[in-house]
């Protein structure tokens, strides 16, 4: 049964998270987390496993069948691999509709799948803040999610600049439609340009133009709807400026009831939808249950980090050792042990090296490692008690008293 | 499409887990994260689908074929939802063998699944924390391990009495081995013999006891192997008491290359294996790499929280939301948001209801919540500046300037 040489590539198109990516994932979770909380989104989680019935009946057929990992399970059950969140918190909402408080509010940062051909830049895994607040119609709720949204952006370091949110609505299409429909224009020449809106800055612009004339039989002008303007004002009153309407702005035409969202970057380099959300107040519906209006958004990591990249935002990576320590000589491992564990009590994170190698082998270890300092660990240091620091991204050393030396790596790390 | 009352419930023998639900969730990774990154231990995560084939090298068949989520992509390549995190991390390794430093310590919360008969405390996704050390042959990463394990487990507040650690070696089976060969029992007989060692605590001892006689042509009394009597030496030194050496510890033979352990509740309403690993030398062989020692263990989270539960060591339910502020009539919501702003900007966390309902409502809503303090907005207190705080675990009730809010519930919490 055991093959040779295995690969050790990860299935295609998702991630490994060696320490230093798992850095940065744990800097966009942590940054995400931190401003939901501190507006009152309380977090849950779900398995990436769902009975795929739960897509069958909101999402497109076209996700469904095409672009979701589906299988039958052993006891001949079809199940999914969530393509997103949204269905399955639904799920749970409708399931403790009772029990549960409102507003309520919730936050997730699930991986979700989607079967794409790989190619760059599109993954068939990611992950991806869900922030949803349920039970409030009014255009509060719209707002709390449009300016959480634009927190988390600031809590990342962006400035107001940097990205632009613009607004549409349903209201808007459906105006629209209904204009489409007295021009006689068939349901599948409205999806289409429904569809042509969506692709704004997604293909060549005059083309798309053309195309959206060609099918609506002359130019479209929409006009914003009352709700949309409302909730600018709002936004506006909240001091949040880089706000637009756009009648552009559709999304999930099937999905959403109110008011759409989706936050641009403005960097002419990554000039592209990062984000986005809008209301749904009718999801519930598919369990029986009675409405609940709701409004949410999704935040992917691979567009995040991008972003981040593209804005010179990411911090360096620290790793969560504080301490390498060197070990010159096997005699010397229970000595370390009993420094290590007065660090540690310390608060300190240290990490021994037991291989009794060459002291040079083994900075070079800590060194690869991306360990800042070492501190080492043999005969005249156990007798002496003193030992020497070593700053790995400065060269400097410092000899410290042993009861020292945590109080000294503390401040350096400061 | 659309269907009628699609059920809320979750896949079979996965979980929802809900705020409350998550804090525990939350409260055992955290706990496991600190003690791990205190050793040095670095996070790393892989992806949940992984090519099918990853498995049937080293996994039993049973496991492969009969107990994993297995299925064909889009692209008709077989893909497995990963049951267990150890292949994951050893492709990983393999992988960057040369960039990566050793020792290498990592850790790991990731799912798992597998496919089981659904049955009570059987689910089919659980989570697990995985720690392993890479690169070093001696026993101080054996002893390292195992202390790793046990410094967890006190930071959960068990004491050194409610656990035991039972060491077992492949060393001491592998000469059982030759015994049996000599005794001429059948390769299937002698892997039926290990699997009742394995069964100790499963099934009754009595039964078991007779079966292994019958098997082995009589009683079988194994020593114990030079490198658990080391090992059980270091561990004495690190001042660890609750080590015992038992031969009935194997768990996987076809992994498996030293020490075995497993960690026991010594609790007599749950007498049973918490969880366990050892030292596995030849696990990266599969991916034609150069051999890496390497020690670990995987702790579950299902396991864990029944061990909490029966040892009253859950925490009680803390939300993450500090003040729930009631508003009392549209026109204040503006203030609310002002006030709100000046809290969270003091790092508090605060909801707010726009509802609009009854004072009495919103307050419930706080209830079902768990928030613990509601404060009120209405005309008189943002004319007078000064709002009332209500502990709803109390009933207490201060009112407060604005400016003192924050530091009065800062205070509370402490």
């Known amino acids: 049964m055991k093959k040779d040489k295995l690969s050790t590539e990860p299935y295609k198109g998702v991630r490994d998270f060696y320490p230093r990516d798992m850095f940065v994932q744990n800097y966009l979770f942590d940054t995400m987390r931190e401003v939901a909380e501190r507006y009152g989104y309380q977090e849950y989680s779900a398995s990436i496993l769902e009975p795929t019935e739960l897509y069958e009946a909101k999402s497109s057929e076209e996700i469904v069948s095409e672009q979701t990992y589906t299988f039958l399970d052993r006891g001949d059950r079809s199940v999914t691999l969530r393509p997103e969140m949204t269905p399955s918190v639904a799920r749970m909402v409708a399931a403790k509709r009772r029990e549960l408080g409102f507003p309520l509010r919730l936050y997730s940062i699930p991986n979700v799948f989607r079967y794409e051909r790989p190619q760059r830049g599109r993954l068939r895994e990611h992950w991806q803040l869900n922030c949803d607040i349920f039970g409030i119609s009014e255009f509060e709720a719209d707002t709390e999610i449009i300016l959480l949204a634009s927190e988390i952006m600031k809590a990342f370091g962006a400035k107001e600049n940097d990205f632009e949110i613009r607004i549409g609505s349903r209201n808007t299409l459906e105006v629209l439609d209904m204009k489409l429909i007295k021009r006689g224009i068939s349901e599948m020449d409205r999806k289409q340009i429904r569809s042509l809106l969506d692709k704004k800055g997604k293909m060549p612009e ?64 990554n000039n592209r939808s990062l984000f986005g959300g809008g209301r749904y107040d009718n999801l519930l519906d598919i369990f029986g249950a009675e409405p609940v209006p709701a409004v949410g958004f999704g935040m992917g990591d691979v567009t995040m980090r991008d972003f981040l990249e593209t804005h010179k935002l990411l911090p360096p990576y620290v790793p969560s050792t504080d301490l390498y320590m060197a070990v010159l000589g096997n005699e010397h491992v229970g000595a370390a042990h009993a420094f290590s564990e007065k660090l540690r009590a310390q608060g300190l994170n240290v990490a021994i090296d037991y291989s009794a190698r060459k002291v040079a082998d083994q900075i070079k270890a800590a060194d690869k490692l991306g360990i800042r300092f ?13 030992y020497t620091v070593k700053n790995l991204k400065t060269g400097e050393e410092k000899e410290l008293e042993e009861s020292a030396v945590g109080d000294f790596i503390w401040t350096q790390e400061m």
Request: a negative charge; proline letters at 3%; zero cysteines.
């Open 206 to 269: 005059d083309e798309r133009q053309k195309e959206i004339e060609r099918l609506a039989g002359g130019k479209i002008e929409p006009q914003e709807s009352d709700d949309s303007k409302e909730i600018r004002r709002i936004l506006s009153d909240l001091g949040i400026a880089n706000v637009t309407f756009d009648f552009n702005v559709v999304r999930g035409f099937e999905y959403y009831t109110g008011m759409i969202f989706e936050v641009f970057d403005t960097s002419p380099d």
């Open 374 to 386: 070492v501190t080492f660990v043999g005969s005249d240091e156990v007798a002496s008690k003193k």
